[in-house]
């Protein structure tokens, strides 16, 4: 074997090797407080039901101080963006019965606060666990007689991030026992279910390995209090379930479809691992 020849596949055994055996870094210790005055806890006690760790992480720890920083002032987060455009739908009256979400709801700052720290939330009389997307839908749908929204459209995620942005600092409060029981189990399965060809399980990198760097990139706990959340990578807000939907992908498996029964109990059971985290939406994520 020639030198050249022997080198060049020493390099890329080299990089293989480096690749396989991630980094470790600990989240940091910086502190979120947005426009100087909205407090985010982003570090507690874990709950109860969690059995394999003690503390929780927000996502904003493990990213770096550039990124951190644009979350900190709602003139530097590009996701505030989709809340000035919510505000405007909030007000315009569409569908058959002459209204809009202010005619019931009235100033969204006032009604709406509180709602994403408890959401998906069983309901009771529809007989299901429900989104926040779904619950829009159905005002959509039912007191509005207008068209429903796509789960992923830039309405509906623009609205999410409105609820989000005026709980911003609550923690988060999911229920998972009495009816809401059955799909709370069935998202905790999924979770730790490995898919795909690389048969990986969410709990593989957002419970075993969380805090390796890996591909350059961070890996945080998987939280999602701060969704709808602004990615840097693709330039836009991304919903809870469009981010399942890369998580899966990136496991070479056949996804979910946002807004399946599969994606809706997984939400509720990886919102609950968050109980006590801050409300955080719209964040800025990589």
């Given at each position: 074997?020639n030198k050249?020849?022997?080198?060049?596949?020493?390099?890329?055994?080299?990089?293989?090797?480096?690749?396989?055996?991630?980094?470790?870094?600990?989240p940091?210790?910086?502190?979120?407080i947005?426009?100087?005055?909205i407090?985010?806890?982003?570090?507690?006690?874990?709950?109860?039901?969690?059995?394999?760790?003690?503390?929780?992480y927000?996502g904003?720890r493990?990213?770096?101080?550039?990124?951190?920083?644009l979350?900190?002032?709602?003139?530097e987060?590009?996701?505030m963006?989709?809340?000035?455009?919510?505000?405007?739908?909030w007000?315009?009256?569409?569908?058959?019965?002459?209204?809009?979400?202010?005619?019931?709801h009235?100033?969204?700052?006032?009604?709406?606060?509180?709602?994403?720290?408890?959401?998906?939330?069983?309901?009771?009389?529809?007989?299901?666990?429900?989104?926040?997307?779904?619950?829009?839908?159905?005002?959509?749908t039912?007191?509005?007689?207008?068209?429903?929204?796509?789960w992923?459209?830039?309405?509906?995620?623009?609205?999410?991030?409105?609820?989000?942005?005026?709980?911003?600092?609550?923690?988060?409060?999911?229920?998972?026992?009495?009816?809401?029981?059955?799909?709370?189990?069935?998202?905790?399965?999924?979770?730790?279910?490995?898919?795909?060809?690389?048969?990986?399980?969410c709990?593989?990198?957002?419970?075993?390995?969380?805090?390796?760097m890996?591909?350059?990139?961070?890996?945080?706990?998987?939280q999602?209090?701060?969704?709808?959340?602004?990615?840097?990578?693709?330039?836009?807000?991304?919903?809870?379930?469009n981010?399942?939907?890369?998580?899966?992908?990136?496991?070479?498996?056949?996804?979910?479809?946002e807004?399946?029964?599969e994606?809706?109990?997984?939400?509720l059971?990886?919102?609950?691992?968050?109980n006590?985290?801050?409300?955080?939406?719209?964040?800025?994520?990589n």
């Open positions: 074997m050249t020849k022997w080198v060049a596949m020493a390099s890329v055994a080299a990089l293989a090797t480096a690749l396989s055996v991630p980094a470790f870094a600990d940091d210790e910086d502190t979120l947005i426009n100087g005055e407090e985010i806890v982003t570090e507690t006690a874990a709950p109860a039901h969690m059995e394999n760790i003690d503390t929780i927000s904003w493990f990213r770096a101080d550039e990124t951190q920083a979350e900190m002032d709602d003139f987060n590009p996701g963006i989709a809340v000035e455009n919510a505000l405007e739908d007000a315009m009256v569409d569908g058959t019965e002459g209204k809009s979400c202010a005619s019931c009235e100033d969204a700052e006032t009604s709406m606060k509180g709602v994403r720290a408890v959401y998906p939330k069983w309901n009771e009389t529809a007989g299901e666990v429900r989104t926040i997307e779904m619950q829009v839908n159905d005002c959509r039912t007191r509005m007689g207008a068209e429903k929204w796509k992923n459209s830039n309405d509906m995620v623009d609205m999410t991030a409105l609820i989000s942005s005026v709980s911003r600092g609550m923690p988060m409060n999911v229920a998972i026992d009495g009816p809401a029981a059955d799909t709370w189990a069935k998202g905790k399965e999924i979770y730790y279910t490995r898919f795909g060809q690389l048969e990986l399980s709990a593989n990198c957002h419970e075993n390995n969380y805090g390796m890996i591909r350059a990139d961070h890996l945080s706990q998987g999602i209090n701060g969704f709808p959340a602004y990615r840097l990578k693709n330039a836009k807000l991304n919903s809870i379930h981010r399942f939907k890369g998580c899966i992908r990136d496991t070479r498996a056949e996804t979910f479809s807004g399946s029964p994606f809706i109990a997984l939400e059971y990886v919102a609950s691992r968050g006590g985290l801050s409300v955080e939406g719209p964040s800025i994520r």
